[in-house]
T-cell receptor, first 111, second 109 residues
């Protein structure tokens, strides 16, 4: 069965450092998303991406965040200067026909 | 006000019991999703509904668009069903998903 893969599964970083989370969506999907889940809270939308551009972003997705699809397969989320409150599980998702496929998540811990 | 609500928040059941988790939403939607989040954190899609009812194994999902309500039923529950079940909606096709708070289910042998 096709799957969305995410790396790393867990990253620990110091406050102020840059972090890149990587996702490989399912190959024929066209719509890509990043969500995050702070421990104990519900999953929140960060950004959606279609046709090589951001289609929607939440108010969480400020200037510290960026997304790229550099090579037609990877879909990356970059946090330029991490804050303590960025500690969360980050999920990538993709869809082609409406059914959503999620990655296993990348747990980010900011110290 | 949350656009997606779920009840109950927590649920403990004995193995073999019939389980129902409810979801209500306050916006017009094109699709409703039921998702399962494992203890390790990964999210798996169980159902995508726009009307009626779907069944997969011991899981059944129903939706009433007029009442803005959906239910997820688990028949003959098993300890491996223990997880967080999340209701989520999309206002339009391919739109972002709006997540509910989740229902934490624990099935005891």
């Amino acid at each position: 069965e096709p799957e969305v893969t995410q790396t790393p599964s867990h990253q620990v970083t110091q406050m102020g450092q840059e972090v890149i989370l990587r996702c490989v969506p399912i190959s024929n999907h066209l719509y890509f998303y990043w969500y995050r889940q702070i421990l104990g809270q519900k999953v929140e939308f960060l950004v959606s991406f279609y046709n090589n551009e951001i289609s929607e972003k939440s108010e969480i997705f400020d200037d510290q965040f960026s997304v790229e699809r550099p090579d037609g397969s990877n879909f990356t989320l970059k946090i330029r200067s991490t804050k303590l409150e960025d500690s969360a599980m980050y999920f990538c998702a993709s869809t082609g026909t409406g059914e959503l496929f999620f990655g296993e998540g990348s747990r980010l811990t900011v110290l | 006000k949350n656009e997606v609500e779920q009840s109950p928040q927590n649920l403990t059941a004995q193995e073999g019991e019939f389980i129902t988790i409810n979801c209500s939403y306050s916006v017009g939607i094109s699709a409703l999703h039921w998702l399962q989040q494992h203890p390790g954190g990964g999210i798996v899609s169980l159902f995508m509904l726009s009307s009626g009812k779907k069944k997969h194994g011991r899981l059944i999902a129903t939706i009433n668009i007029q009442e803005k309500h959906s239910s997820l039923h688990i028949t003959a529950s098993h300890p491996r069903d223990s997880a967080v079940y999340i209701c989520a909606v999309q206002k339009t096709s391919y739109d972002k998903v709006i997540f509910g708070p989740g229902t934490s289910l624990s099935v005891i042998p």
